[in-house]
């Protein structure tokens, strides 16, 4: 019989400026549990400005992901590992496979939208986070990212939008 088991982690927003509250839901064996539980924090050190095994995180994400290739929080996390250390292609590949594979996300497609960012494609960019906010209406990251995007297009209007949303929510 499979189990279901959530492990929520928070970063204090006041402290790090980071509004991070990541829920994890992984079925199936402990092994993958631990190793998506060790990665995250590998990861959450890395962002609170810890030293810690940047590496060590990575692989513990791929292994996660060779026991459950299809598992959307390790394709998420392992995505915006891959996007913080700049590395915008492989995150992209890796989006791309989970969203062709018809994961839906609303993380994943923003996640998605700033590994595009990243690469110059704006207009796939504007898809992916329209897409998380399909899904998200009340998404504050991907209005707050997609009123830039729209404002560096020129797009005064549909920058506004996203800004008034933004503020409302």
């Known amino acids: ?61 791929r292994q996660a992901l060779a026991a459950h290739p299809a598992h959307v929080d390790a394709i998420v996390n392992l995505g915006a590992l891959l996007c913080e250390s700049g590395r915008f292609s492989e995150a992209t590949v890796l989006f791309d496979k989970a969203v062709e594979a018809g994961n839906v996300s609303p993380l994943l497609h923003f996640n998605h939208a700033i590994a595009l960012e990243g690469l110059g494609d704006c207009l796939l960019a504007e898809a992916a986070y329209e897409a998380a906010l399909r899904l998200d209406p009340a998404m504050l990251d991907a209005h707050y990212n997609l009123a830039l995007l729209l404002e560096r297009r020129g797009d005064g209007k549909g920058a506004l939008r996203h800004f008034s949303a933004y503020r409302r929510l």
């Open 1 to 61: 019989q499979r189990k279901n088991l959530r492990i929520a982690f928070a970063c204090d927003a006041e402290q790090f400026d980071l509004g991070l509250i990541v829920v994890l839901e992984l079925v199936g064996d402990l092994r993958c549990v631990l190793i998506q539980y060790l990665a995250r924090r590998e990861f959450l050190m890395r962002l609170v400005g810890s030293d810690s095994d940047v590496a060590g995180a990575e692989q513990a994400y």
